[in-house]
């Protein structure tokens, strides 16, 4: 069957380092998204990755391997706006019909 | 563009009354999907369409729940009849297919959020 897995939830202190990490069971993957999603806010896109490797954007960089199946997202110098729940997604193609498969969110406390 | 639009932005009605919740997904976007999120599940897929055509229903919990896409600028969710533990915000997501391997995106509106007495 298909599966996400990825930590409840992250404490770290600002200015830190923090990797948020994904592991995932499907079938038909295409590539591996993550999103950002403050209370009371909407979903907002962050990265994708299709290919092994790390893509950056800012101080958020992504990180996926097709051959673990496994992804994380790392957030650097992180600020206090930074708090939110991040949640990984596989884009996957299911009977010529494209999916998006959410794992359950990760929630981020920033301690000053 | 506007983004996704969804209205209303917050619902309260009573136990067995007829919910109607209304999206309008970013002009050229071909995919639109309903989503529900609670504490509880996090946040579930219910029904999405592609090129206004239902393509997977299987999250929708059961018979009460319906939508529609009459037009590629419109979706509608109904919930008839409405109980308690349809109290949850929902989201409309819409995006457009690139093709792969592509940057997935998938833009989500603002949400409403439901409450049933």
């Known amino acids: 069957g298909q599966s996400l897995e990825q930590p409840s939830e992250v404490t770290a202190v600002e200015g830190a380092i923090v990797q948020i990490n994904c592991t995932y069971q499907?079938?038909?993957?295409?590539?591996l998204s993550w999103y950002q999603q403050h209370d009371g806010g909407a979903p907002t896109f962050l990265s994708y990755?299709?290919l092994d490797g790390l893509e950056e954007t800012g101080r958020f960089s992504s990180f996926l391997s097709r051959s673990d199946s496994y992804g994380y997202l790392l957030l650097q110098e992180l600020q206090m706006k930074d708090s939110a729940s991040y949640f990984c997604?596989?884009?996957?193609?299911?009977?010529?019909?494209?999916?998006?498969?959410w794992g359950a969110g990760t929630k981020l406390i920033i301690k000053p | 563009d506007a983004g996704v639009i969804q209205s209303p932005r917050h619902e309260v009605t009573e136990m067995g009354q007829e919910v109607t919740l209304r999206c309008k997904p970013i002009s050229g976007h071909d995919y639109l999907f309903w989503y529900r999120q609670t504490m509880m599940r996090g946040l579930e897929l219910l029904i999405y369409?592609?090129?206004?055509?239902?393509?997977?229903d299987s999250g929708m919990p059961e018979d009460r729940f319906s939508a529609k896409m009459p037009n590629a600028s419109f979706s509608t969710l109904k919930i008839q009849p409405s109980e308690p533990r349809d109290s949850a915000v929902y989201f409309c997501a819409s995006t457009l297919d690139r093709g792969t391997p592509s940057t997935d995106t998938q833009y989500f509106g603002p949400g409403t959020r439901l409450t049933v007495l």
């Open positions: 499907t079938s038909g993957f295409y590539g």
């Open positions: 990755n299709a």
């Open positions: 369409f592609n090129n206004n055509v239902p393509i997977d």
């Open positions: 997604a596989v884009r996957e193609w299911k009977d010529s019909n494209y999916q998006l498969i």
